[in-house]
């Protein structure tokens, strides 16, 4: 049985009297854990108030299905209080490391003796104070670390496709480059005549402009590669439909190639089909060309938003753009948002510059756009659609980030701001998100958080005041 000399061994039962000691040891459960026996399970009711006298706990809360340790209860300690006061479900695991006692005063029992003596009262909201502040400062370094693995599995993912396809071009630019070379050196020894070189080279430069500015008309495509692809055949092109798209991406039609191939119709050199393969693979070229510029265009446009999204090398705080912040975001959530979603932009083109911490405020269009997705994950029978709208109002500059989904309850639309709150599933989320939208909004940015949400709409709207 516990005894008030053993409690006086931890500071806070120091402040009460002898006769609420002998209560509390009265109204004690004993409990004997093993090695690796699990107390209380993340996500149980509250169980009480513990007295841990020997032995070691550690605390772990479950994240994306991984059990990760947040610290440990050494003898002799207490533990529990927090949840007895806010009858919350227990937010994390705890799980004897060795031999461990414990006593167990229940949630009732517990809130007595706090309320009878002030001194106790405040020893232990201090101590419960402190552990919150590590608890939520650990919580959000993981947070952070999580978001930063989002992004930039969603980065390595953008990056991936144009990066493969610029490999892909260089590798089969180089035999197609030896190959043209090798076809104007046996050309030039042939000694043909100018004029009608000319006319090989103004064709091509056509084509070449075709392929850049491409028309995009698939029936025309269509019917010019069939047309093609007959031409050729007749000629006597082996392998003829490996020419015809090539030339139709060029613009190239039938009657100018009977022309130009009139010369060589009935030679019995190479020369009889060369000028069409030499044609064929040129735009071949120009085509990989574009496509590896379009790629190398496309990873530089990823690494300059991450560099903007994280404003690397720039001061902390300094005038931003809001809409370069939102956007830098989108552009890194490209691989979330691929599934279907739509964005809806209705940008204010006058909005002015503002002093912020451009990182921070980055931070808060992700979590923003995350909960989003997240929501509109769980109404897959409407077209899921993301809306953002910015204008300038009652001095400052507001900021909407609006899902379609399917709205927070109202029993729950009241605490989704507390800290350690949330709707998302065991090991999904630390209920810490829009926490720290709110303290970068409010205490960074002297700005304010609103939430509306009815079924089919959910709002965050973001107001930040402009320099006087």
């Not at 020369?271 to 069409?276: A, I, K, S």
């Not at 829009?434 to 965050?460: A, K, Q, W, Y």
Request: hydrophobic fraction near 40%; charged fraction near 25%; aromatic fraction near 6%.
């Amino acid at each position: 049985m516990l005894c008030s000399q053993t409690l006086l061994q931890i500071k806070p039962f120091q402040l009460l009297p002898p006769d609420r000691l002998d209560w509390i040891c009265d109204r004690t459960q004993h409990i004997q854990l093993t090695s690796g026996e699990i107390l209380v399970q993340e996500g149980e009711a509250p169980q009480g108030f513990f007295i841990q006298l020997r032995g070691q706990i550690t605390i772990s809360r479950s994240s994306n299905g991984a059990d990760m340790p947040v610290g440990r209860h050494e003898s002799p300690s207490f533990f529990g209080e927090i949840q007895c006061l806010t009858e919350d479900l227990v937010p994390v695991t705890l799980t004897s490391d060795t031999h461990t006692d414990l006593y167990r005063l229940s949630c009732p029992d517990f809130l007595e003796v706090l309320h009878s003596c002030r001194d106790f009262e405040k020893a232990i909201f201090c101590t419960m104070a402190k552990r919150l502040r590590g608890l939520e400062s650990f919580i959000q370094s993981r947070e952070k670390m999580a978001a930063l693995g989002t992004l930039s599995a969603g980065l390595a993912h953008e990056l991936n496709n144009p990066a493969a396809a610029l490999v892909r071009v260089l590798k089969d630019a180089k035999p197609a480059i030896l190959e043209l070379q090798r076809m104007n050196l046996v050309y030039g020894q042939h000694q043909v005549d100018d004029a009608h070189t000319q006319q090989w080279l103004a064709l091509r430069d056509h084509g070449f402009d075709a392929i850049a500015d491409p028309q995009n008309d698939p029936l025309i495509q269509g019917d010019r590669e069939d047309a093609l692809t007959d031409w050729l055949e007749d000629y006597g092109v082996d392998e003829a439909w490996k020419l015809a798209e090539p030339l139709a991406a060029g613009e190239v039609e039938p009657d100018i190639l009977e022309q130009l191939m009139d010369p060589w119709r009935d030679s019995e050199t190479e020369l009889r089909d060369m000028g069409l393969r030499w044609l064929a693979l040129s735009f071949d070229v120009m085509g990989m060309i574009t496509k590896g510029l379009d790629g190398a265009e496309r990873i530089s446009t990823l690494v300059q938003s991450m560099k903007s999204y994280s404003y690397m090398d720039r001061a902390a705080q300094q005038e931003v753009n809001i809409h370069d912040g939102i956007e830098d975001t989108l552009r890194l959530f490209a691989f979330k948002l691929k599934h279907g979603i739509r964005v809806e932009r209705h940008y204010d083109p006058d909005l002015p510059r503002i002093m912020a911490f451009g990182s921070e405020l980055n931070q808060v269009w992700t979590n923003l756009l995350d909960n989003a997705v997240d929501a509109l994950a769980e109404s897959p029978s409407r077209p899921p659609q993301i809306t953002i709208r910015t204008c300038q109002k009652q001095g400052g500059i507001r900021v909407e980030v609006e899902d379609n989904g399917p709205g927070i309850p109202p029993e729950i639309n009241t605490r989704i701001l507390e800290p350690f709150f949330t709707t998302k599933p065991m090991g999904k989320g630390s209920g810490l998100g829009l926490d720290v939208v709110r303290r970068i909004v409010e205490n960074r940015h002297g700005g304010s958080l609103m939430v509306e949400s009815v079924p089919g709409r959910t709002c965050f709207a973001i107001a930040l005041p402009l320099p006087q």
